[in-house]
């Protein structure tokens, strides 16, 4: 049977929560430069040198990576936050939640377009086909 799907992954959209962390961590555990963070455009304002937790609600079990907010400015459609990680892990973390976030996207993209894999199947799909040209999140300490 011929694959007749396209190379490039669907466009993805998934909603993500961030939650203010009190206490917080030492400051000290946050150093970054800015070019060693990432953005989001959120619905809220947060102030800078806030920590937060992210997360994708609709992934289960519930992953979340602890960030802090380098920036925040208007935006047209929001808030546009400049956020970073506090350490390695954390950045390899959001990476792999960030994944699961398009694998759940890509799966049911499969299932809108009449394609019935289960979502191990589609997560298999997605790895041999996307996985190589997903960003690395850069350390952040």
């Known amino acids: 049977m011929r694959n007749t799907r396209t190379d490039a992954a669907p466009p ?3 909603e993500l929560e961030l939650t203010p962390v009190f206490p917080a961590e030492p400051p000290s555990a ?6 060693q963070s ?3 455009v959120s619905h809220k304002s947060f102030q800078s040198g806030q920590q937060l937790r992210l997360r994708i609600p609709s992934i289960k ?6 960030t802090q907010v380098r920036h925040c400015s208007s935006a ?6 400049r956020l970073s990680c506090i350490d390695q892990d954390q950045a ?11 694998i759940h996207h890509y799966h049911q993209h499969l299932q809108d377009q009449g394609t019935s894999l289960s979502l191990n ?3 298999g799909e997605w790895i041999s086909r996307f996985a190589e040209n997903f960003p690395s ?3 952040f300490n």
Request: hydrophobic share 45%; with cysteine.
């Open 12 to 14: 993805c959209s998934f």
């Open 137 to 139: 999140i850069p350390a």
């Open 76 to 81: 047209d459609n929001g808030f546009l936050l």
């Open 61 to 66: 079990p519930d992953i979340s990576v602890l």
């Open 92 to 102: 390899y973390h959001l990476r792999m939640l960030l994944q699961l976030g398009h």
């Open 30 to 35: 946050f150093t970054t430069a800015d070019n």
């Open 121 to 123: 199947e589609a997560a």
């Open 38 to 40: 990432f953005s989001y």
